[in-house]
């Protein structure tokens, strides 16, 4: 049985979504089932216990999994993928304590990011305030002034566009995330196929994209395959599951060419949705009979350039808005100062 949200359910409030993790692992490493373990932690993280607590039930009483149960309390696909896969090989406490850890990563990621903006872009917002200030009131003043003291017609005026650099930059801002939002939205509305294929194609998103499927992959194909579950059916657990797409639809392809006899790496080499080294750390797992666990490892160095990538981003972001803002600064200077040069030679 497949559970489907309602509309209540939707609205579910849930608070502190990476402990409640960390916690539900803990508890169910010490021994405690699943739905014991959230009877205990529900009371803490939500404030319609009662709701979730039918939920719950009802879900589990109908066949579900624990995958629908955290799809019920409002968790999205990077935490439904890995727990759906992690009751297949058994290992659903470990699973779970690995996707708290990823999400305190992509809280401190949000945060750092957060704390970068605050300053640029209340600053860049307030100079552009500033400098509708100098619009409206200094720029008129100033040029009635120069009218007044200009004996002909070929004095210029107060360069009012230099003015205007703050709100060009926050518009172009502005489109750039409305057309990230719009194509977001076109893509998603595509078939996965297509979905790929545009993604890969994208010059800054490819490669992350293309290191995200790789890591995801490698770790959860690594994960079943050094439990004991055959290539194949592992594969095609891979390509059952609903809760993400574009995962499905690579080991769906992959499964497809293994199951003609090809080797797993010859099947990775092939396609572009991999990195580019996938192949051979496929390769060499064939080669030592330890598949599934090279290939965890590797999905630990793709984690690892996947953060390091993220940090780089972010290291580049204050300093571009500071170089906008520098020159913000150095357009009102020039608006300020040219009349007043042009101003000094007419007396």
Known sequence: MRFTLTPTAKRLPFRERAQFLTRLSALMAEGYLFPVALTLLLPMHTTRVDDALAGMDRILKGGGNAAEVLKFLGFRERVLFPVEIAEFHGRLSEAINGIAAGFKRTQEVQKKLQNILV???????????????????????????????????????????????????????????????????????????????????????????????????????????????????????????????????????????VKTGIPLSVAVERHTFAAHDMAAFTRHGEATGMLGKELVLYSEVLLDRIELQAQRSLKIIQPSFFVLIAVCIVAAYLAILLPMYNLVHTI
């Open 119 to 257: 300053y640029p872009v209340s600053l860049l917002i307030l100079t552009a305030a500033l400098f509708l200030f100098f619009r409206t009131n200094y720029v008129p003043n100033l040029s009635a002034l120069i009218s007044s003291l200009q004996n002909d017609g070929d004095q210029q005026g107060v360069p009012v566009y230099l003015l205007r650099i703050p709100d060009v930059f926050i518009g172009l801002l502005v489109v750039c995330v409305a057309v990230a939002l719009l194509l977001r939205l076109y893509i998603k509305s595509q078939p996965v196929e297509r979905q790929i294929m545009l993604l890969l194609q994208m010059p800054v998103i490819g490669p992350s994209v293309r290191l995200y499927w790789s890591q995801l992959v490698s770790r959860e194909l690594g994960t079943l395959l050094h439990s004991g579950i055959s290539l194949q059916e592992a594969l095609r657990l891979l390509y059952k599951q609903r809760h993400h797409l574009v995962i499905s639809h690579i080991a769906e392809t992959l499964h497809a060419q």
